[in-house]
């Protein structure tokens, strides 16, 4: 039986923040796959062009001298997916503090599947278009859509082993770093140093901030935007500087559970005595039991908490309107970056994590997760081909015109069948694992 005032409380003081983050990232994947299919559906639709048209509009503002002005596009792509990165740098600071990361024995296995998992797709993808005009696209099938593969893990339920849930998600925290690094080193073509050195001065007064104990969240706001104006004149894309905010979020808690528990004591005490009456009193105390309450949580873990879900359910799928309304006709499917997009995550991104995670297994480094078989493992690296999101941002970096509309076209078809044929290929491992014996995680 649940208590009377069970209804009342979030989800996130039911589950832990594991079950929490699956539980956003399956939910945000359904939402995320259908404002992709809508933006295909409008684009091939009568009212495609119009549609196209309406995201190149362009906006801006001034700061000083300085004019920002971009089209509606560009403001979801550098401007609102900032914030995304910046709960990836959140995730990934938390993975390195408290995950499956902190560990470097833990850390081992996944950090050796996501090297392959990036390295492999980009060799394939390089060995398809060398000396081409979309060479500069081998960024592209180098990263994991984690959203995409909650919600495959969701769908397989109870037959996907735990250890291999936990092993995909550390794994799509760590390909997200490499993608980021991608970003910041492998497309940035010139560098203007003197707002470069504008966002380093931000950055450093970010961190003396956090130092001298300022926790005005406004003013963290300001400087963060500071960072990204500076970033994104320089040249290095400014969604580089959500990364960096987010790495920089102190873990540690501010009051202490003990603490907190003696100001609720105190504050219920008032609440039976006779002052509880008296408006200046009762605001001030139960402000101060609001401030400890607040600070009990660090406050990576609040901005985690509560930006995932406007992330996943306004953010990334305003990216998918914005991005993914691709005119598409039979003809380009079979254009050499489409077929190499493809090919590059639905062959690269498994073999690539299934040798590397051997390799690591193989030379003791790493073991893998209990009740988790190469078979499964397969089956997760071929997960890990579902590259939508990042992988359409990475497209928007390198590519442009009908090179750009072919490799997001290439990212879809190698995204779904990676999908399909992983889920499968989990399934078919399962049902085989069933009254036969464990593999041997170490031979």
């Known amino acids: 039986m649940h208590g009377p005032d069970a209804i009342h409380k979030p989800i996130g003081f039911l589950v832990d923040p594991l079950k929490r983050f699956m539980l956003i990232e399956a939910a945000d994947g359904g939402i995320l796959l259908l404002a992709a299919l809508a933006a295909l559906g409008i684009a091939n639709s009568p009212l495609g062009a119009s549609y196209i048209a309406f995201w190149q509009k362009d906006l801006g503002f001034v700061v000083g001298n300085t004019t920002v002005r971009m089209p509606l596009q560009l403001w979801i792509n550098d401007g609102l997916m900032a914030v995304f990165f910046f709960v990836v740098g959140l995730e990934v600071k938390r993975e390195f ?103 380093v001065l931000g950055i450093g007064l970010f961190i003396l901030l956090l130092k001298i104990g300022v926790r005005n969240n406004l003013v963290y706001l300001l400087v963060g935007f500071g960072i990204w104006v500076g970033f994104h004149e320089s040249g290095v894309h400014a969604t580089v500087a959500g990364v960096i905010v987010g790495l920089l979020t102190p873990t540690r808690r501010i009051v202490k559970r003990a603490r907190l528990n003696f100001i609720i004591q105190r504050t219920l005490s008032f609440m039976q005595g006779d002052h509880w009456e008296n408006p200046a009193e009762r605001y001030a105390r139960l402000r101060q039991m609001e401030r400890y309450a607040r600070d009990t949580l660090s406050p990576l873990e609040r901005l985690e908490t509560e930006l995932h879900p406007w992330v996943g ?101 190698g995204s779904l069948l990676s999908a399909v044929f992983g889920m499968m290929l989990i399934l078919l491992a399962g049902r085989q694992q069933k009254g036969a014996a464990p593999e041997n995680n170490v031979s």
């Open 97 to 199: 503090v408290t995950g499956e990361l902190r560990e470097f024995k833990h850390a081992v296995l996944p950090l050796a599947g996501a090297i392959g998992g990036m390295a492999v797709p980009a060799g394939i993808y390089l060995f398809q278009q060398w000396g081409t005009v979309g060479q500069h696209g081998w960024g592209i099938p180098m990263a994991t859509d984690i959203a995409f593969v909650v919600g495959c893990m969701a769908i397989l339920g109870s037959r996907i082993p735990n250890g291999l849930r936990i092993m995909l998600l550390s794994l799509a925290i760590a390909d997200d770093i490499g993608a980021v690094l991608v970003i910041a080193i492998g497309y940035t073509a010139h560098i203007h140093l003197s707002a470069l050195g504008f966002s």
């Open 313 to 413: 359910f306004m953010i990334m799928p305003l990216f998918a309107l914005a991005n993914a309304g691709v005119i598409i006709q039979t003809a380009d499917i079979a254009m050499p970056v489409a077929t190499a997009t493809m090919l590059s995550l639905l062959l690269g991104k498994p073999i690539g994590i299934f040798c590397f995670s051997w390799l690591a297994v193989k030379a003791r480094w790493a073991q893998l997760p209990e009740g988790v078989t190469w078979k499964l493992l397969l089956g997760g690296g071929m997960l890990g081909g579902i590259g939508f999101t990042m992988a359409i941002f990475i497209a928007g970096l390198a590519l442009e015109g009908d090179l750009l509309n072919h490799a997001k076209i290439g990212i879809m078809i």
